[in-house]
């Protein structure tokens, strides 16, 4: 059964670089059928779509003044993709979760396949 | 940017009881909208895409409705799992989500 899952630390200092990684088990992130992408939760607020990446490395991203600070990359040998986000202040505190929507149909760009979620705090 | 506003903030219902969620969007997304499920400490879990198709394994007393900038998800007679906030998210655009009306129990 396929699954998603977050990796990485918990606290980040503001300024620097978060970063994430969320590896597939079960199945291939190579699938043409899907982009895998990353969303977010500030606690106790709604959720935010940072972006996605395709297996090809073809990445789309949020066009919010986010867009900047992201960037999100594909590593099929490990069957993983990462998240990085520059310049990190407390505003960027949140559960971050990758997900999987399907890249063509009536489902598309629905993310239907979820990870946990990671919390990260940004926090000196 | 898409702007989705989900009524009302809160739901206080009995088990039973049926409910009926709202989201309204800034401008028409056609019937692009999905409705998702979160449970304290889980993650979302989509129940119905493209407005009122229901997703696999949801089962029937989650239904959709609504085209152009008004949506409604209805849940016919609520069990006790349902208890839990719901959040509409459209594909017209760029994805953007509504900021959610939690389910209560009363």
């Known amino acids: 059964q396929l699954q998603v899952q977050e990796s990485g630390p918990g606290l980040v200092k503001p300024s620097e670089t978060l970063s994430l990684t969320c590896t597939v088990s079960?199945?291939?992130?190579?699938?043409?059928?899907?982009?895998w992408g990353w969303i977010r939760q500030p606690p106790g607020k709604g959720l935010e779509w940072i972006g996605s990446?395709?297996?090809?490395?073809?990445?789309?991203y949020n066009p919010s003044p986010l867009k900047s600070r992201i960037t999100i990359s594909v590593d099929t040998s490990k069957n993983q993709f990462s998240l990085r986000l520059s310049s990190v202040t407390a505003a960027d505190t949140a559960v971050y979760f990758c997900?999987?929507?399907?890249?063509?149909?009536?489902?598309?760009?629905?993310?239907?396949?979820w990870g946990r979620g990671t919390l990260v705090t940004v926090s000196s | 940017e898409i702007a989705l506003t989900q009524s009302p903030a809160t739901l206080s219902l009995s088990p039973g009881d049926r409910a009926t969620l709202s989201c309204r969007a800034s401008q028409s997304v056609s019937s692009y909208l999905a409705w998702y499920q979160q449970k304290p400490g889980q993650a979302p879990r989509l129940l119905i895409y493209d407005a009122s198709n229901r997703a696999t394994g949801i089962p029937a007393r989650f239904s959709g409705s609504g085209s152009g900038t008004d949506f409604t998800l209805t849940i016919s007679s609520l069990e006790p799992e349902d208890f839990a906030v719901y959040y509409c998210q459209q594909r017209s655009h760029w994805p953007t989500f509504g900021q959610g009306t939690k389910v209560e129990i009363k």
């Open positions: 997900a999987r929507h399907e890249k063509e149909g009536t489902r598309k760009w629905y993310f239907d396949l």
């Open positions: 079960g199945g291939s992130i190579s699938s043409s059928s899907y982009y």
């Open positions: 990446v395709y297996f090809s490395g073809g990445t789309f």
